[in-house]
């Protein structure tokens, strides 16, 4: 008996398992990807809308009526009506984002992603 005649390599059940292992997160990767391309047109789309001087001097009915129309123009649905909260008081308007969303993974297995941004103009 030589050394030579050792295994070398993976065996093929030990491939089998990489390859599942590596498959469900692929799997899982792809279907939270949408969420998170969403969500990142959301928050681009938030940062300009602070960065824009006119946002100081709207109201709060029509700040919400600029997201919803930026919303539109990107194809981005929001799961809730009032994902979008905006406050006004002692000179600054806060922009709240929070939401979740619920992804179904695998048979009665989902993934819930939760998303909380805030933001702030100040008007005077």
């Not at 050394?3 to 990767?29: E, P």
């Not at 928050?43 to 930026?70: G, H």
């Not at 123009?73 to 406050?87: M, R, Y």
């Not at 806060?94 to 941004?117: G, R």
Request: no cysteine; hydrophobic share 45%; glycine share 4%.
């Amino acid at each position: 008996m030589s050394i030579r005649n050792k295994q070398r390599g993976v065996s093929f059940f030990s491939l089998m398992i990489i390859l599942i292992v590596a498959g469900v997160f692929f799997a899982v990767g792809m279907k939270l990807f949408p969420v998170y391309w969403d969500h990142s047109l959301v928050t681009s789309m938030m940062e300009e809308l602070v960065e824009e001087p006119e946002t100081k001097r709207d109201s709060p009915t029509e700040t919400r009526m600029k997201v919803s129309k930026r919303l539109r123009i990107n194809q981005v649905s929001l799961p809730v009506k009032d994902a979008v909260i905006i406050d006004e008081k002692e000179g600054v308007k806060n922009i709240t984002l929070k939401y979740d969303v619920t992804v179904p993974m695998f048979y009665n297995v989902d993934a819930v992603v939760k998303f909380h941004e805030q933001y702030e103009v100040i008007i005077r």
